[in-house]
């Protein structure tokens, strides 16, 4: 099964780049510099920040459904990045964490989850996707919890 992964809009976000630290602040974000590698993993681009990139760490609701599987979490973006949209691809910011990927159904209601390393990722979409009644995945990096991408099928 064909599948697709996409990371967050970079427009939605372009107006942060341009604040100072207290208007970041006054939005509950902040500025912050990566300070090893693999560690800053910005969710338009799908790739990981090197030390010393200046990325922004803010609350994203990722979850907007209006059913209990509401949710938003702390995620990192960084300037000039282009979106990840690609088709059966795994990008490596994925394939080297341990993940935990949720599947919801049209009303946002959660009907299948498990957690796989980042390699193993899609047979578990492949597998989850046989559920007629989950229209989409998401995809979290499971220790901090973070949301990472959406899966559609292709």
């Keep these: 099964m064909s599948f697709r992964i996409t990371g967050l809009p970079a427009e939605p976000f372009n107006e942060l780049f341009s604040l100072s630290d207290a208007a970041l602040a006054e939005r509950q974000a902040m500025r912050v510099i990566a300070n090893k590698p693999h560690a800053f993993p910005c969710r338009i681009s799908l790739t990981d920040a090197e030390p010393g990139q200046s990325l922004i760490l803010l609350n994203y609701e990722h979850q907007p459904a209006d059913s209990p599987f509401r949710a938003s979490h702390a995620i990192y973006i960084r300037e000039g990045?282009?979106?990840?949209d690609e088709i059966d691809q795994v990008?490596?910011?994925?394939?080297?964490?341990?993940?935990s990927v949720r599947g919801f159904d049209a009303q946002g209601m959660l009907r299948d989850a498990d957690v796989v390393e980042g390699k193993a990722l899609e047979p578990l979409i492949a597998r989850l996707f046989e559920n007629a009644s989950i229209d989409y995945l998401q995809v979290h990096i499971a220790r901090p919890g973070c949301y990472a991408a959406r899966v559609e099928r292709a």
């Excluded at 990045?81 to 990840?84: G, K, L, M, N, S």
């Excluded at 990008?91 to 993940?99: A, D, G, H, I, K």
């Design 81 to 84: 990045e282009q979106q990840y």
């Design 91 to 99: 990008p490596e910011q994925l394939q080297r964490r341990l993940l």
